[in-house]
């Protein structure tokens, strides 16, 4: 088998993070991966937040409806037991701690779990959407995000980008590395397929608690 | 409720009204009222909705055609004309968190002044806004929003104006048409009164003060 790229390294691990009948909510870009890796038989309520629980596979060409899509207007699946509501009833979800995981992208994660990940002042200005809701009142926040961007880290003492929210993420899944942030630290819990823990070291000027051995994600 | 047509409905409108638009991404958007506005190009509008769709559809038609002078909504990144257009400073947008917009519109239509939220404390969103200590915990104010109109889309519409929604077509529109003294609404299908059961009524009829009923 053909090994993984990063993004499907980073998806396939996170599912591994979902149990049985929780309500989830997936960003765009690598966190619409993670649905791809959910085990068989293994039932999760995904959430869209324009207004649906239950999306779905991608369908098939053809089988789209106009009026069942997803936060990006892209036709959508419902899949049976699935259903619809208000915007404000699924802010609602979101921010009453009703969603059990959220996944999102990022920009930059600093050493203290605090994300920024919806704008770059003055070249990308696209508004937040519902990430800074979703951060904030999500159960448990997971970002997904490569290591580096441009052979920059992504990981940064602070942030120098406005935060999406100053509730801490829980964990940060790259393709180098799993990191944990509880009560304002960060650990290495896991590295990368075939990653040393110096590489990750190098490449995270954040302060970073490691207990050897650091064992390598099973994906 | 009253019925009228497409022409008359978008005549109500003045330039330079505020104006509230069901839709997410275009999905539940009334287009015959937004097509109408275009050609009878009602300007200067302060529009109050989730995004700034694409160009060519939905609230990204005002943009293009210039009608737009401000915006409030929580997205406008997936219309690069919308983004061009504020960052040019041709058109003012305010963009406010998702959960927190649908909740100001909510706030308006339920008689509330505001509501406290945690989305934005410390953060960029915070400024200018105060900061409202409860349990220990800090929350923002944000207040109430309401509008002069609510342009509504729903599926069905009986011959008395009570409102049921497709799928996600539904998102804000019940909540806009709480929250603006003129509520005017397009459907798919007019039905006649009973067929939508009481049960599956999601907008009241007495909350409808226009329906369109034909082109």
């Known amino acids: 088998m053909k090994p993984l790229d990063a993004q499907n390294v980073i998806a396939k691990r996170i599912a591994g993070e979902l149990r049985e009948g929780m309500l989830v909510n997936l960003g765009i870009g690598i966190p619409t991966l993670v649905a791809n890796y959910v085990p068989s038989g293994m039932s999760i309520h995904f959430q869209s937040e324009n207004g649906l629980i239950g999306t779905g596979p991608v369908l098939d060409e053809g089988f789209s409806h106009p009026t069942l899509t997803d936060a990006g207007g892209k036709p959508v699946n419902a899949l049976p037991g699935a259903a619809t509501f208000d915007s404000a009833m699924s802010f609602g979800l979101i921010r009453g701690g009703h969603v059990d995981v959220t996944v999102l992208g990022g920009l930059q994660v600093d050493g203290k779990g605090r994300l920024a990940n919806w704008t770059i002042p003055g070249k990308l200005v696209p508004g937040m959407g519902g990430a800074m809701d979703l951060v904030t009142g999500a159960k448990r926040v997971i970002v997904a995000m490569q290591h580096t961007a441009k052979g920059k880290p992504k990981f940064i003492a602070t942030c120098t980008l406005p935060l999406t929210s100053t509730r801490p993420v829980d964990l940060v899944v790259t393709e180098m590395a799993v990191i944990a942030f509880q009560h304002g630290r960060a650990t290495l819990l896991e590295v990368g397929p075939g990653i040393a823990v110096a590489e990750v070291v190098a490449n995270t000027p954040i302060s970073l608690e490691i207990r050897e051995p650091v064992p390598e994600m099973r994906i | ?215």
């Open chain 2, 1 to 215: 409720m009253k019925p009228v047509s497409v022409k008359d409905a978008v005549d109500l409108i003045p330039h330079g009204a505020t104006v509230m638009v069901g839709g997410f991404m275009g999905v539940g958007t009334p287009e015959r009222l937004i097509d109408e506005i275009v050609r009878q190009g009602k300007r200067d509008l302060v529009v109050i909705t989730n995004d700034a769709c694409t160009p060519g559809r939905g609230i990204g038609k005002l943009i293009d055609a210039g009608l737009v002078a401000s915006a409030i909504a929580s997205h406008i990144g997936l219309n690069p004309r919308a983004q061009q257009e504020m960052l040019a400073g041709r058109m003012r947008v305010d963009l406010v968190p998702q959960g927190t917009l649908i909740e100001r519109i909510r706030a308006g239509g339920f008689g509330l002044g505001g509501v406290l939220t945690l989305s934005g404390v410390g953060n960029t969103v915070e400024e200018g806004k105060r900061v409202i200590e409860v349990g220990g915990a800090k929350y923002l104010l944000e207040t109430a929003l309401r509008s002069q109109f609510a342009l509504v889309h729903a599926f069905l519409a009986d011959q008395q104006g009570n409102l049921a929604y497709a799928l996600t077509a539904r998102n804000y529109n019940p909540v806009i048409a709480m929250a603006a003294d003129t509520v005017i609404a397009t459907a798919e299908h007019i039905v006649p009164v009973g067929v939508i059961a009481p049960d599956h009524v999601v907008t009241p009829a007495p909350l409808i003060d226009y329906l369109v009923v034909n082109p």
